[in-house]
């Protein structure tokens, strides 16, 4: 088994690297925090909200679940499942859209 | 957790490893212990649910054409007079955050046959699940009482206390259920179940350090729910 | 309790210097290098044996047993909507026959028909039955990986069955608002069940997802890594392909059901208003306002269309078997075979609005699900050719399990060509709603299936039950069945075209009456004659429990390992003291210069060095 390092023949990892992450994690909530507490708004607000939030489902994932240290097959069966979520909150975000559309248009102007 | 040995099977990296371990016999992911696995999928499965979750939150808030309160105003805790924006929920968050690191490091060392240390890590995480379901219910007292209702919100829009009460009770649900697990598994771990491979109540299958892992996956599951329904209920 | 484990410890090597040779007998001692397989790297499964009755019989963990179990009560949910079904038709075709019928019965009836057929008959009998059944002996492992929670996973579906049963019972009945329950009108008053009907509807279906997902999460584990020694996926029979990629479309789609279901259960009883727009009622407006009913919709379909394929894979994958061992030839495209199943089951999750055209969502997304509805058709269509090019100049015996291959064949073509037509947006729009779209999902998903399942039961009766199932009426019940079927379902292709529309109790003075009423009684006949032919088969089964003839050993000269146990029907553990060690695919059928007409997967290379087999 030549390929692989002493670190990832090891079957438990070192305890910094836990607290990095947890760190980390009080690190980048603090953040988001942060975002309502100043009242940032628009494409900003949305911007970092969606930022902090994915790195923090990311370091989850990765280290404290472990996705990191486990094999390809494991991470591509959970991962891929997801594009078919993000169909489903692209198009729910034309639904969205046209629904309003179309409550403004009837009941609001008056189908006119 | 990382590469195990296998006799007889030579592990490659990357997407070439996956080449070969999906066309391998006997196993898919190799070294993963089948219940790993199995709450992987599960939790996969559970992804959806949470996703439908929101999605149907998101097209809910997104057509409602009365306006949704300002939720940095609505969870504000008072601190003397002042008003703070979302305290409650920041420190909900830390709380459930360092469960969650404590909980990892129970896996680190349950794996490390540190009996003691492993079964104490669990307690405390189970605590601060405690604490989380406690201050949730604080929560949504507070909201009762300022007359949000799952039909009715004095606030604007009608679907803002439907959905609320449905998407942080179905999560305040699992957090319950993690926590009663989490008290089980402090239990074992104490009584030694795992190093001696003492069996199931129910499943009768023996007893085994990973099962600590399966439970951290979940509550780590429970976690990462969590900041998504922190940015997009309590952020948006 | 006097039950016991078995007390192997640790890892129960087999050195790969035994081979097991499965059923055939002989072949120890040094194994030549062509013949290896590296060793077994997961533990012995360490089985839980049951001794008292209830333990084995009734809360059993046995994947056979439980199989057996789904097969049962999801027949006895399928008679129950074949009554319900007989009970509509009587009303359609002859009116003054059925006078204790309102229009209330009606509605009820077609709500409960179709739900039980689509979700507690097909899915359960499919997923449940055979693949408990099928899914341990097929990729070679002693049992499910988790069978606790099997057990578990069987009893949570026997609780929905009962409280779905117990909505005939209750205050207003059971629900009416057609199986798609599509809310507002679904917790209105009005519609009949709208309030315990409708509540013990969405909790009997999150009872069953809860028991589903235990046993999906059983079926998929076993799969993925708990396969025999030698057997990599590509090995796998197709029968384990399809039930296995159905479980993953059913483990992401049944999450959209429940949360739709629990939403409108929350609509229903606390008055929240996630589906519930503004209503104005005799002149009042209701308590709700400002929810989004298409959003139902969504979520309904976004489980309902993976849910066809869910009851579609499995037959896809047991059907290729079938022809397979019955064509004695080898499946024609085997990978290609595997990657249309997993095709489908991916593209499934992208089409699932060509059932709402006439909603009223977004326009533009006509565009894009017409487009993906009509990608999917090529998967689809690949997985025909293979089947008839599998038949080709095969070595045809055209005994009963042929024939209902057959008949899947022609009547899954007939449906698939009407999805083309239903798949485009401009031809949907008329067709929509009417018997045309009946025709259809009955003809792809209905009786196509059915057929799959009547072959697999007659081709795995000797292997559950030790004894043939009666040749002779099994083509009596095949015929009838077949001829009947098609007698009910393809004239209602010209009831649609004439704008006859589904879910009405009567069609009043409509224009298309006349032509229509003497069509609707042929149907009707047909209906009673199809239902009663199935008391063929069941007379059948319990003639041959008593009286069939022996099967013995590998009685169809099949391939794979269910064949291959060492006792018939095949014991806890399946294998005896050895696991079987796999060598090749399943599907060695007349290979040139083999000794016999089949290679069972378990024969080393070494037995069969004079033939051309390939290598798999
Ligand atoms: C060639 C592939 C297929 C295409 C293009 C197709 C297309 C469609 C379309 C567009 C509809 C909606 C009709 C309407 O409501 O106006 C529909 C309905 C339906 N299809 Fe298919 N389909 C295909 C295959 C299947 C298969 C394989 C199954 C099941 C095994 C199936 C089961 C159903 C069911 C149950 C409905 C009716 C649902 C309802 O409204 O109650 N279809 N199909
Ligand atoms: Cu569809």
Not at chain 2, 138 to 154: A, C, D, M, T, Y
Not at chain 3, 177 to 191: K, R, S, V
Not at chain 3, 596 to 616: A, G, L, M, Y
Request: glycine share 10%; aromatic share 18%; charged share 10%.
């Amino acid at each position: 088994m030549g390929i692989m390092s002493e670190k990832e023949q090891s079957t438990t990892h070192k305890i910094g690297i836990y607290l990095w992450i947890w760190g980390l994690l009080f690190v980048l909530s603090f953040f988001s925090y942060m975002v309502d507490w100043y009242q940032l708004q628009g494409l900003l607000r949305w911007s970092l909200i969606l930022i902090f939030m994915f790195l923090k489902a990311g370091l989850i994932m990765a280290f404290f679940m472990h996705l990191f240290w486990e094999r390809y097959a494991l991470v591509n069966v959970l991962l891929w499942p997801m594009t078919a979520i993000g169909c489903f909150i692209f198009l729910m975000v034309a639904e969205f859209q046209y629904t309003v559309f179309t409550r403004l248009f009837y009941f609001v102007v008056g189908g006119q | 957790m990382s590469d195990p040995k296998i006799e007889g099977y030579e592990f490659k990296p990357g997407f070439k490893g996956m080449a070969q371990d999906t066309g391998s016999d006997q196993t898919m992911f190799k070294g993963v212990h089948w219940g790993k696995a199995m709450m992987w999928i599960f939790l996969l499965s559970h992804t959806f649910i949470f996703s439908c979750f929101l999605i149907s939150y998101m097209k809910g808030r997104g057509s409602t054409l009365i306006d949704w309160p300002n939720t940095s105003e609505v969870f504000s805790l008072h601190v003397g007079s002042t008003p703070v924006p979302l305290l409650l929920i920041a420190i909900m968050t830390f709380v459930l955050i360092t469960s969650s690191g404590t909980m990892a490091l129970a896996v680190k060392y349950g794996y490390e046959k540190n009996r003691k240390m492993c079964g104490w890590l669990i307690l405390a995480t189970a605590i601060g699940g405690l604490t989380f379901v406690g201050m949730q219910a604080f929560e949504w007292s507070k909201l009762i009482h300022e007359g949000v209702r799952p039909w009715e919100n004095p606030f604007g829009a009608k679907q803002f206390g439907s959905f609320f009460f449905m998407i942080t009770g179905f999560h305040g649900t699992h957090v319950s259920i993690g926590v009663i697990f989490l008290f089980i598994y402090a239990y074992k771990t104490f009584k030694g179940h795992y190093d001696e491979g003492k069996r199931g109540w129910f499943t009768t299958m023996k007893g085994n350090y990973v099962e600590i892992e399966i439970l951290g996956l979940y509550w780590h599951f429970v976690d990462l729910v969590w900041v998504f329904i922190f940015a997009f209920f309590y952020l948006w | 309790m006097s039950d016991e484990y078995e007390n192997k410890t640790g890892y129960q090597a087999q050195s790969s210097e035994t081979i097991s040779s499965g059923g055939r007998g002989g072949g120890s001692g040094t194994v030549p290098d062509a013949d290896h397989v590296r060793p077994a790297e997961i533990p012995e499964q360490d089985l839980y044996h049951g001794h008292s009755f209830i333990t084995k019989w009734v809360f059993c963990q046995d994947a056979k047993v439980i199989g057996v179990q789904y097969f049962l009560l999801a027949t006895f949910t399928g008679i129950i909507g074949l009554i319900l079904s007989w009970l509509m038709r009587l009303q359609l075709g002859f009116p003054e026959a059925a006078g204790f019928m309102t229009a209330e019965h009606y509605y009820q009836f077609v709500t409960m028909h179709g739900m039980i057929m689509v979700v507690y008959f097909l899915t359960a009998l499919f997923l449940g039955g055979f693949g408990n059944y099928l899914i341990p002996l097929m990729v070679g492992s002693r049992d499910m990986v988790f069978p606790y929670l099997n057990m578990v996973s069987f009893w949570s579906f026997f609780v929905a069955v009962v409280v779905l049963l117990a909505s005939f019972f209750v205050p207003g009945g059971p629900t009416g608002a057609g199986w798609t329950l599509y809310p507002p009108q679904a917790i209105l008053e009005g519609t009949p069940g709208s309030g315990m009907g409708i509540l013990l509807m969405c909790i009997s279906l999150i009872l069953f997802v809860a028991g589903f997902t235990m046993g999906g999460l059983n079926y998929m584990i076993t799969v993925l890594q708990a396969r025999t020694r030698g057997m990599t996926l590509m090995r796998m029979p197709l029968t384990v392909w399809g039930i296995f990629t159905a479980t993953i479309l059913a483990m992401l789609a049944f999450p959209a059901l429940l949360v739709g279901g629990l939403m409108m259960t929350l609509d229903n009883v606390l008055g929240t208003s996630f589906f519930m727009p503004t209503i104005l009622k005799a002149g009042e407006v209701l308590e709700y306002g400002g929810g989004s009913p298409i959003l139902f919709q969504h979520l309904f379909w976004f489980f309902g269309h993976p849910e066809v394929y869910i009851v579609a894979l499995p037959a896809f994958g047991i059907v290729s078997d079938l022809i397979s061992v019955h064509a004695r030839k080898n499946i024609f495209g085997y990978r290609m075979m595997v990657w249309a199943i997993v095709g489908i089951g991916g593209l499934s999750f992208f089409v699932w609005a060509h059932h709402m055209y006439v909603s009223g969502m977004n326009p533009w997304f006509g565009f894009f699900f017409a487009t993906t509805t009509l990608i999917i058709a090529i998967p689809t269509a690949m997985k025909v050719y293979n089947w008839i090019l599998t038949l080709w100049r095969g070595n045809i015996r055209l005994n009963v399990v042929m024939l209902w291959c057959l008949g899947f064949i022609v009547t899954f073509v007939n449906g698939g060509i009407t999805g083309l037509f239903l798949g485009n947006v401009t031809v949907d729009v008329p067709l929509s709603d009417t018997y045309f779209v009946i025709a259809h999902f009955h003809m792809v998903m209905g009786i196509a299936p059915l057929m799959v399942i009547m072959g697999a039961v007659y081709h795995w009766f000797p292997l559950v039950a030790g004894r043939f199932l009666d040749e002779k009426l099994g083509k009596w019940h095949f015929w009838l069945t077949f001829l009947g079927a098609y007698s009910i379902y393809f004239p209602m292709h010209y009831l649609g075209f004439i704008g006859v529309p589904r879910r009405y109790f009567e069609m009043y003075d409509s224009p298309y009456v006349t032509s229509a009423v003497g069509m609707n009684e042929f149907i009707s006949v047909a209906a009673f004659i199809v239902g009663a032919a199935q008391l063929i088969l069941i007379y059948n089964i319990i003639r041959t429990l008593k009286i069939g003839k022996p099967a013995g050993h590998n009685p169809w000269q099949a391939n794979s390992l269910e064949w291959l146990t060492p006792s018939v029907p095949p014991e806890h553990g399946n294998w005896g003291e050895k696991l079987p060690v796999v060598h090749r695919w399943p599907y060695d059928f007349s290979v040139p210069g083999a000794k016999e007409d089949f290679i069972t997967q378990t024969t080393p290379p070494s037995e069969v060095t004079e033939t051309e087999v390939e290598k798999t």
